[in-house]
T-cell receptor
């Protein structure tokens, strides 16, 4: 059963702590993406990766970091430098060159 | 600068009638457009797409229309069903954005009333 998994579904952290969100896909997709959604807003691109060991900044990369050591995995670290980390985070993947992206279920991060 | 805009935050439609969701864009380099449906606390699911070389694409109850000169696209759902109640996002990609980068609108919350 192919798909994208994100864990955990809900995550709570204290301000000042780094936190890593997991994203795994078994669709054999080359490209992976991280988005953030805030209430009443669309999805904003944080980072994306078109191939293993390569990634690019999206529109709102400040305060975030990623790695792409394996094709299946694209973890996102929300660092203490991110000023407003509380949000719903979505991971997606796509076939290389295709516009259609397929999304995971999301992780809701709350930082207090 | 909001390159993709969905100006209606919400829309309420009677079950069985047509739902029309609208989307405007400003970047003429966009050449591919997509609609996604999203339920609360879930990831968006891909619905339908259209290339800029077409002006219409149909898939069952869903039809997307593209008016390039007006930089406007719309999603028609007919007949509307209660399960269609969700937030709908339009998204665009194109040469200027990189082949795989999507720019999303703010979303329109569609409510289908029985």
């Amino acid at each position: 059963d192919g798909g994208i998994t994100q864990s955990p579904k809900y995550l709570f952290r204290k301000e000042g702590q780094n936190v890593t969100l997991s994203c795994e896909q078994n669709l054999n997709h080359d490209a992976m993406y991280w988005y953030r959604q805030d209430p009443g807003q669309g999805l904003r691109l944080i980072y994306y990766s078109q191939i293993v060991n390569d990634f690019q900044k999206g529109d709102i990369a400040e305060g975030y970091s990623v790695s792409r050591e394996k094709k299946e995995s694209f973890p996102l670290t929300v660092t203490s430098a991110q000023k407003n980390p509380t949000a719903f985070y979505l991971c997606a993947s796509s076939i290389s060159g295709a516009a259609e992206q397929y999304f995971g279920p999301g992780t809701r991060l709350t930082v207090t | 600068d909001q390159q993709v805009k969905q100006n209606s935050p919400s829309l309420s439609v009677q079950e069985g009638r047509i739902s029309i969701l609208n989307c405007d864009y400003t970047n003429s380099m966009f050449d591919y457009f997509l609609w996604y449906k999203k339920y609360p606390a879930e990831g968006p699911t891909f619905l339908i797409s259209i290339s800029s070389i077409k002006d219409k694409n149909e898939d069952g109850r869903f039809t997307v229309f593209l008016n390039k000169s007006a930089k406007h696209l719309s999603l028609h759902i007919v007949p509307s069903q209660p399960g269609d109640s969700a937030v709908y996002f339009c998204a665009a990609s194109g040469i200027g954005q990189g082949a795989q980068k999507l720019v999303f609108g703010q979303g329109t919350r569609l409510t289908i009333n029985p």
